[in-house]
């Protein structure tokens, strides 16, 4: 008489631990990338905030006739260092509400602490023949506007 050895069926510990560290891998490779995606997705953000926020600049200067200006700076708070604006007409007054970059997205202050595009009462700029850059970063993301003067145009040129 023959003894009949039954197998039993499964994964030995060895063929658990590769499928797990494979899943680890993978998981980690997604999530390096969702974080770009997400750094990339508030630029986008930001710069249709800005040119946005231009267009109203310029809209407000013709409908009031009147010198209006769109104003922008970096600030630090509690948690990070982002940008804000806000549009201010000729007398001072502000219009609408200060806008904030989301955290961690700030302007390229290289030229001062705090810069300004102005519109004149016929919604051309008040700074000449050369158009007026607007760029912000995020941690290697640079995005760049350009301004330009006699039509008031803006227009995202440059995405990195």
């Not at 069926?9 to 993978?26: D, H, P, R, S, W």
């Not at 974080?35 to 409908?63: C, E, N, P, V």
């Not at 604006?85 to 202050?109: E, H, Q, R, T």
Request: with cysteine.
């Amino acid at each position: 008489m023959g003894v009949v050895v039954q197998m039993k069926k499964g994964f030995t510990l060895i063929e658990m631990l590769v499928v797990l560290a494979i899943m680890m891998l993978m998981m980690t490779m997604g999530m390096v990338a969702f974080m770009d995606w997400g750094k990339s997705t508030a630029m986008k953000g930001a710069m249709l905030d800005i040119k946005s926020a231009i267009t109203s600049t310029r809209q407000w200067a013709i409908t009031k006739r009147m010198k209006t200006s769109f104003l922008y700076t970096n600030f630090t708070d509690a948690v990070s260092e982002r940008g804000s604006y806000m549009i201010k007409d000729s007398n001072g007054d502000m219009v609408g509400n200060v806008g904030y970059l989301p955290k961690g997205v700030k302007f390229d202050m290289t030229g001062g602490e705090e810069a300004c595009i102005e519109f004149k009462s016929d919604g051309s700029g008040t700074w000449g023949d050369t158009a007026r850059h607007v760029i912000i970063m995020n941690k290697g993301f640079t995005n760049e506007m350009t301004v330009y003067p006699l039509t008031g145009r803006s227009k995202q040129t440059r995405q990195e």
